[in-house]
């Protein structure tokens, strides 16, 4: 094994496929104790083995190929992307700096908040990927004695609880100021210990050279509604080059991979300009990126204005991709609340080009215009601002319920609000169980129960293809989801108090596992009963 002078990657919380489908690297959000580790290694987050015969990954997330790519178009070609479990035979004495990528190495993203509240408490598996990346990290470093470099959207949590074998971190983006810095580190002077990173301009991002896990290729940059509890409002808003994409995506075609995951935190935003929509622009991207070969063409974001503006690029871009049941697109999507004052404060351009007041009927039309096309969104709502009350939350489950009543394929996902630190509420408090309005968990109640059907009618989708994964997925998801009711009634009779009492249970262990095994077992029994 070479032994590369700059290594690149991140832990297994984000160097997987994650199973069948994106969605599922949800589960990685949930407590390690209540998810055995054999399910996390087989079905949500198992490692990806291929490699090249230097031992370099084949596939890897997108993020650290960006990384790959700027540093090697500013000479530095010594560089591998390998996988967490590969980092021992990667490094060597000739190693001189390991980069990682982090996306929520202390889970304090709102998903994994609010597992961890909901369940009693306790690491969650992004965490505990994250220190075992920490312990190879630790031991390998005494023995090579190299530099350690981070980054990657979970970087603010590293500047609150910062690990003591990490040397250089970095905040924002990459391609600017990394390739120098990296330069400076292994010329062996010393660099600051924090580092922000300057927003390149388009044309300062080079194409990727490698293919990624799941034939991401970023097509914006940015958000220019600006939220205020949204880590992506400081960034300058962009759109990438048609030339560039189609570069990327010819890259993943090369390495085998048929469907291609546009990156944008809002794909009606490429090639807008003031947030107008943006048609040709948007049928162009599809039709050509189509046209390379490929076979899915998905994205992870959209926004309920947006779709409601122009129904027909939405409808442009289901014909184009060919969008039905089994290739239905589930992106995340922000619906946040239902309360004017709280749309009005935190986030008043949510709605542009109508106004908060509206946003009831933006979200409603928008499900429609979304579900005729088979788009079917994960709903994520922002709870727990410092003046919500609960007659504002009245306001938000008002608004669930509108889209309860009208079947719509939507989950809805109340979470508490984050103060990511580099965001405008970075002042706020965490959510705690105690400050939450009470009406949180009546919310939180009729959302889940509405999720686990919808769910349900989703499971085929979700688990994939016809494969023994897919099946076991496919199971796992109906018998889980059909049975965990009782859970938030309870947490909605106690306020949020029965959370406590899950802090104990442990099933993270070898009679756990079998324990979980035959409960499914046993749950499936009875679904045929019933
Ligand atoms: C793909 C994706 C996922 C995938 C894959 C996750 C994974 N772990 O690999 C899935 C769907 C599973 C997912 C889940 C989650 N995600 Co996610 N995800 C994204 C998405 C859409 C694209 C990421 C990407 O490739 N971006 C493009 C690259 C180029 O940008 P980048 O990653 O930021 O990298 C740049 C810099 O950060 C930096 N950098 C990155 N790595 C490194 C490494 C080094 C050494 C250095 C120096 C710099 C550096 O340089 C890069 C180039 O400029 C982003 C949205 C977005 N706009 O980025 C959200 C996003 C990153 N996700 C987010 C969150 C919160 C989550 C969850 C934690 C859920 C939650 N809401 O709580 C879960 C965690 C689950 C998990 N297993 O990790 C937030 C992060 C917020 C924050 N700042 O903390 C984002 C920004 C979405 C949002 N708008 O809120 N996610
Ligand atoms: S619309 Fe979404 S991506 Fe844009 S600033 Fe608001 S929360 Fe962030």
């Not at 031991?139 to 980054?151: D, E, M, P, Q, T």
């Not at 040397?167 to 990296?182: I, K, N, Q």
Request: with cysteine; glycine share 8%; aromatic share 10%.
């Amino acid at each position: 094994m070479p032994g590369w002078s700059v290594v690149l990657t991140s832990d297994r919380g984000s160097f997987t496929r994650f199973g069948p489908s994106s969605v599922l690297g949800y589960v990685a959000c949930m407590p390690a104790r209540l998810v055995p580790r054999f399910f996390m290694d087989r079905f949500f987050t198992p490692p990806i083995k291929d490699v090249d015969k230097e031992g370099r990954a084949l596939y890897a997330p997108y993020a650290l190929r960006k990384i790959e790519a700027s540093l090697v178009t500013n000479g530095i070609t010594d560089v591998a992307v390998v996988q967490p479990e590969r980092l021992e035979k990667a490094v060597s004495h000739n190693t001189k700096i390991v980069g990682i990528s982090v996306h929520d190495p202390r889970g304090l993203d709102p998903v994994t908040f609010k597992l961890a509240l909901l369940f009693g408490g306790g690491k969650s598996w992004l965490e505990q990927f994250f220190d075992e990346l920490g312990d190879t990290i630790s031991r390998l470093k005494r023995r090579y004695n190299f530099k350690v470099i981070a980054g990657g959207p979970g970087a603010w949590e590293l500047a609150r609880d910062r690990p003591e074998w990490l040397d250089v971190l970095m905040l924002g983006e990459a391609e600017v100021t990394l390739p120098p810095l990296v330069k400076s580190m292994l010329r062996g002077e010393s660099v600051p210990p924090l580092v922000k990173g300057r927003d390149p301009k388009v044309e300062e991002i080079p194409p990727i050279l490698g293919p990624t896990r799941w034939g991401e290729v970023q097509v914006t940059r940015g958000c220019p509604r600006g939220c205020s509890f949204c880590s992506i409002t400081p960034e300058t808003f962009r759109t990438i080059p048609l030339d560039t994409i189609k570069k990327e995506v010819e890259v993943n075609l090369q390495g085998g991979i048929r469907n291609i995951d546009l990156i944008t935190d809002d794909i009606l935003l490429y090639g807008s300009s003031k947030l107008r929509v943006n048609h040709e622009a948007i049928v162009k991207l599809f039709t050509e990126v189509k046209g390379t070969g490929v076979d899915g063409l998905f994205w992870p974001h959209i926004s309920a204005p947006a779709v409601k503006s122009s129904p027909r690029t939405v409808q442009a871009m289901a014909d184009i991709a060919g969008y039905d049941f089994d290739r239905s697109v589930m992106p995340v999507v922000g619906l946040e609340s239902g309360s004017l004052k709280i749309l009005e404060k935190y986030m008043p351009a949510k709605a542009f080009p109508w106004t908060p007041r509206e946003w009831s009927d933006v979200i409603m039309d928008a499900t429609a215009i979304m579900n005729d096309n088979y788009i079917f969104p994960c709903y994520t709502m922002t709870i727990g601002y410092k003046e919500e009350t609960d007659g504002d939350v009245q306001e938000s489950i008002d608004l669930v319920q509108k889209i309860i009543d009208h079947d719509f394929m939507a989950w809805i996902f109340p979470l508490p609000v984050i103060p990511i630190s580099t965001t405008r509420i970075k002042d706020n408090p965490f959510p705690a169980l105690e400050r939450l309005p009470s009406k949180y968990w009546d919310l939180l109640y009729i959302a889940w129960t509405y999720n686990m059907k919808v769910t349900r009618k989703l499971a085929p989708r979700l688990a994939g293809g016809k494969g023994v994964t897919g099946s076991i997925v496919r199971f796992m998801i109906d018998r889980i989801f059909s049975s965990i009711e009782w859970f938030f009634r309870d947490l909605k009779q106690s306020k949020g108090k029965k959370s406590l009492e899950f802090s104990n249970i442990n099933i993270n262990n070898t009679v756990g596992t079998i324990r979980a095994i035959l409960e499914l077992g046993r749950l499936s029994f009875k679904g045929h009963e019933s």
